[in-house]
């Protein structure tokens, strides 16, 4: 059974940073693209970014891109999402997703992964 747990968000002030964690359980973590998404109250779930099973590549919303950075660990099959210079808009529920086996093509949407965190709340004061 797959189970992913997302962790370290909270509440942080504009400007300021913080590293979401998600362990994932269940399956061999390194032979699967990993994703982060979040929605924010009464929108649609948004891609933030993905990393190929490889590791080798990484991917990101225009929204992020230079301010978050996408990482795994499959020692511990962890993946992380640090995030720097947060604004206000990046307020949101982020959750963690896994994606397909040994993909060639990394998704960048959200029905391309098929196991979900419970997700964490990220808030971003002004």
């Known amino acids: 059974q797959v189970q992913l747990v997302e962790s370290g968000g909270g509440l942080v002030q504009a400007g300021g940073s913080l590293r979401l964690s998600c362990a994932a359980s269940?399956?061999?973590?390194?032979?699967?693209?990993m994703g982060w998404f979040r929605q924010a109250p009464g929108k649609e779930r948004d891609f933030i970014a993905a990393?190929?099973?490889?590791?080798?590549?990484?991917y990101y919303a225009d929204s992020v891109k230079g301010r978050f950075t996408i990482s795994r660990d499959n020692a511990k099959n962890t993946v992380y999402l640090q995030m720097t210079s947060l604004k206000p808009e990046d307020t949101a529920v982020y959750y963690c997703?896994?994606?397909?086996?040994?993909?060639?093509?990394?998704?960048?949407?959200?029905?391309?992964?098929?196991?979900w965190g419970q997700g964490t709340q990220v808030t971003v004061s002004s």
């Open positions: 269940g399956g061999t973590f390194s032979n699967y693209a």
């Open positions: 997703a896994r994606g397909g086996f040994m993909v060639r093509v990394t998704s960048l949407r959200s029905d391309g992964y098929y196991y």
């Open positions: 990393i190929s099973w490889t590791g080798g590549s990484t």
